[in-house]
């Protein structure tokens, strides 16, 4: 490496570090903002589009898109460098709300979401990259924090704003908020950034396996999106979207191994840290995307809350995570062992799950809600981490590609937990093939016995993947934390 990659980012201020990471947060919680935001305004789209039944592919087409382009924004981003690459997503994005906001009909807005999808992907896995760039190891958790504020601000936020907005507005606002969102983002990070240093490693785009990974994944995304809702698991269609990724897996795994520079360096792949970090944050937030996306249906169907307060009932599962990670992150700060608030988390939410389990059906609605919030609060804690040791653990030029990494595997995980956890629920519930929501809410006369029952098992299945989290977390070195932004590669 050159001199410049061996220079640290710690010549920067607090003030500049404040700065950059105000520009961060904002393009993240953009990004983060648009996974929430549209939700609550799809009955009017599809209304006002009049397509109800493309209407899934809002969500699925930008889902989609993000995911797949996830690990290469993180290799552009390694040899381009994180300032310009970021700044692409963020105009991609802008450009991409614009559409949507244009879309006259349900195909133009489908393709709008993809386009959108394309910046977004790049701009969660960007800002961590930066923030590993700029900020030492052991003082990177001290603002892990305010990233996860981010998230709880979307996460609470978008739900409310999308709903005003498609009620008392307009729905194309939800898009057009992206406009000085975006503008803001741009300014407050082209000009600072520009101070962080080259990696000053040449690099090569292995276009090779960028092909076979965006097919992977979009081919096991539409699978598991399709799987039991749109068509049954054994249909023709989803066997072959299923074969389709397994074939080009096997064609990424040979590439990976024999190309000179691959999209995800082998360097990387074959780390013991980012390996047990990455399928222990692939087993944790999985299983906390699908409780927040089902348990809405379970409070509405077998708890008999209206939709106001269902919304409500979720709050505790959404906040926990942040009040989890910002304990953690003050703990780490002062311990050489910081491993350990993750794994006493994981266990506070492995003995939360279990306690649904056994005892969900039965709770007292403050106990429940106290009992999802130590859920989260457990899951929160072993985000600080996991990503401060997945950065600590490789040089600068692997750093996006790193992100990269994490991000892609916890939104296929996701997609998994999702599809797992609408099998078991459509199964005990008894409906027909449909989108999954339609599907859950046709079925509360029926037999919500048998929906309660599904939830039962869906909270077993999420005490099991904890406990493989804890496993892999438990198996992840405790690396000392640098003092210095960079390991030497």
Not at 16 to 26: A, C, D, K, Y
Not at 153 to 164: H, M, Q, Y
Not at 203 to 215: E, N, Q
Not at 341 to 367: D, W
Request: glycine letters at 10%; a positive charge.
């Amino acid at each position: 490496m050159t001199s410049s990659a061996a220079a640290p980012s710690s010549d920067l201020s607090r003030r500049e570090i404040v700065s950059i990471m105000s520009g961060l947060m904002l393009a993240q919680f953009m990004g983060a903002l648009d996974q929430t935001i549209v939700a609550p305004a799809m009955p009017t789209l599809g209304r006002v589009l009049g397509d109800l039944e493309n209407l899934p592919w809002i969500v699925t087409s930008y889902l989609l898109v993000s995911t797949a382009v996830t690990p290469l924004y993180g290799k552009l981003s390694d040899i381009h460098g994180r300032r310009p690459i970021l700044l692409i997503a963020i105009c991609i994005f802008v450009i991409g709300s614009i559409a949507c906001a244009l879309s006259t009909n349900m195909l133009a807005l489908v393709l709008a979401r993809g386009l959108q999808g394309l910046g977004g992907g790049g701009l969660i896995a960007l800002t961590q990259a930066i923030v590993g760039d700029i900020i030492p190891p052991k003082q990177r958790p001290q603002y892990q924090v305010y990233i996860q504020t981010t998230w709880l601000a979307a996460g609470l936020g978008g739900p409310v704003i999308g709903g005003f907005f498609s009620e008392y507005l307009h729905w194309t606002m939800i898009f057009w908020i992206n406009l000085p969102l975006g503008l803001a983002a741009y300014l407050m990070t082209d000009r600072k950034l520009r101070r962080l240093p080259s990696h000053g490693r040449p690099h090569d785009l292995d276009i090779a396996g960028s092909v076979l990974m965006i097919g992977m994944s979009v081919s096991l995304m539409l699978a598991l999106s399709w799987g039991g809702t749109r068509h049954a698991w054994d249909s023709p269609v989803i066997l072959g979207l299923l074969g389709t990724s397994a074939v080009l897996l096997a064609g990424l795994v040979l590439r990976l191994r024999h190309a000179r520079e691959p999209l995800i360096p082998i360097t990387v792949l074959s780390n013991q840290i980012v390996f047990n970090g990455t399928v222990s944050v692939c087993f944790s937030m999985s299983v906390l995307i699908g409780l927040i996306i089902f348990l809405p249906i379970y409070f509405e169907i077998v708890l008999g809350f209206d939709a106001d307060a269902a919304g409500m009932a979720l709050v505790p599962l959404v906040v926990g995570t942040t009040i989890g990670a910002g304990i953690a992150s003050r703990i780490m700060g002062r311990s050489p062992r910081y491993k350990r608030p993750g794994m006493i988390g994981l266990a506070v939410s492995i003995v939360a799950a279990l306690l649904l389990f056994a005892f969900a059906q039965h709770m007292h609605l403050v106990v429940l809600e106290i009992v999802l919030a130590s859920l989260s609060m457990g899951l929160g804690a072993m985000l600080p981490v996991t990503t401060t040791a997945l950065q600590n653990a490789v040089p600068r030029h692997e750093m996006g590609a790193t992100m990269a990494l994490l991000n892609f595997l916890r939104q296929l995980g996701s997609a998994f937990a999702v599809a797992c956890f609408g099998t078991i629920l459509i199964s005990l519930s008894g409906a027909a093939r449909g989108s999954a929501h339609e599907i859950l809410l046709r079925a509360t006369a029926q037999n919500t016995d048998g929906l309660a029952r599904g939830f039962t098992w869906l909270f077993l299945l999420t005490a099991v993947s904890l406990a493989l989290s804890f496993l892999f977390l438990g198996r992840m070195e405790e690396k000392e934390l640098r003092d210095t932004p960079h390991a030497k590669s």
